[in-house]
């Protein structure tokens, strides 16, 4: 090859192969390495000085080289230099893959048919575009045999694949995200776990005030279904969270448990609603009634756990 490639394409390329290179082999998490490893900018930095100082020495060396060369190679070597740039292995690749007839030979190819003056090339097929066409083929026959013959899948169970994967996917995203939930937005976890979890809270946090079995102490009794602060999951999420009035004794909590943990012993306190506690403390502050809870008298159908055990509870306290 006569010509070689000029420096401004050379420079970037070797550039931005190396950058490739390095943000593929850096494993740099879910964030491009050189965002993730500031230090890699300096390091490109350094390549991409480095790679100007070479191709500066080369046009030193080439330069002192010229000058020890005879008039006649100078002329010489400055004919070659100065041929134009070409592309000549995209050229010869394009040429391959079109096989056109340049103009001068135009003549092999054209057809006796003449129309007014018209004429008409017997061009053959482009190549790139036979090789298209068979490759349809082929992907074709592969499709028939995957999905006709052997039949693989078809478009329900891919439809039902891509949906189990999505619910799996919502399944691990609530489990990271329990912690999301606050005051407004909490739920009663009826599920055991959560309220086993809920009880090795209160066991080792709540007894010295409300008592092992919520009957009250110190702090209210949270079996009853009456409520100082407001009773139903979200009050009591609200209470164990901001802590109750001032002065009383119940701290806020929500520096000591994450929102789902809170969650959980929410639901352990409103799970207690109901029970019969050994010494049951004298109830204070008023019955709660939840203001969501369907207006027939609860307990029949009522959906929310917190509404059942007001009707259970008021047996209890008849007892
Ligand atoms: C230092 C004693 C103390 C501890 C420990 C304590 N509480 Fe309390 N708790 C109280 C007092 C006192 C009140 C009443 C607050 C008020 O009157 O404002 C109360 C109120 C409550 C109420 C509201 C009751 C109502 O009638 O509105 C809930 C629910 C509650 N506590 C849950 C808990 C939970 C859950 C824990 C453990 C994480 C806990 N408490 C730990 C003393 C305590």
């Known amino acids: 090859m006569s010509t070689k490639t000029p420096w401004w394409i050379r420079v970037p390329v070797l550039f931005f192969l190396i950058f490739g290179l390095m943000e593929y082999f850096i494993d740099s998490g879910d964030k491009p390495a050189i965002i ?9 930095l350094l390549v991409l000085m480095i790679l100007i100082a070479i191709e500066l020495i080369l046009g030193s060396i080439e330069n002192i080289m010229f000058q020890t060369l005879t008039e006649e190679g100078k002329e010489r070597y400055l004919e070659a230099k100065n041929k134009k740039f070409e ?3 995209a050229k010869n690749l394009m040429k391959k893959l079109t096989r056109t007839k340049s103009i001068e030979r135009e003549q092999e190819i ?3 048919h003449n129309y007014d003056g018209i004429r008409e090339l017997d061009n053959v097929l482009p190549p790139w575009w036979v090789y298209l066409f068979y490759a349809t083929i082929v ?9 006709h013959v052997i039949g693989e899948y078809d478009q329900a169970l891919e439809y039902e694949q891509e ?17 999301l939930v606050d005051a407004s937005t909490v739920e009663y976890l009826s599920d055991p776990a959560d309220l086993s979890a809920g009880e090795k809270i209160f066991q080792t946090n709540c007894v010295v005030c409300h008592t092992a079995d919520g009957g009250g102490g110190i702090g209210p009794n949270l079996t009853d279904q009456y409520w100082i602060l407001g009773g139903g999951i979200k009050n009591v999420f609200n209470t164990i969270s901001e802590g109750g009035r001032d002065g009383k004794g119940m701290i806020a909590w929500k520096q000591s448990f994450k929102p789902a943990e809170i969650a959980q012993v929410a639901s352990y306190v409103i799970s207690l609603g109901g029970t019969t506690p050994a010494n049951p403390k004298a109830p204070e502050g008023d019955i709660w009634v939840d203001p969501n809870a369907p207006a027939e008298p609860a307990g029949t159908e009522s959906e929310t756990p917190a509404t059942e055990q007001v009707s259970d509870s008021t047996d209890v306290a008849m007892d």
Do not use: S
């Open 36 to 44: 993730e490893y500031p230090i890699t900018q300096f390091f490109l």
């Open 87 to 89: 592309w000549t292995w």
């Open 110 to 112: 054209i057809l006796d």
């Open 139 to 147: 992907f074709g026959v592969v499709y028939l045999i995957r999905f």
């Open 163 to 179: 949906v189990a994967a999505a619910q799996a996917a919502i399944q691990e995203y609530k489990k990271t995200a329990k912690d």
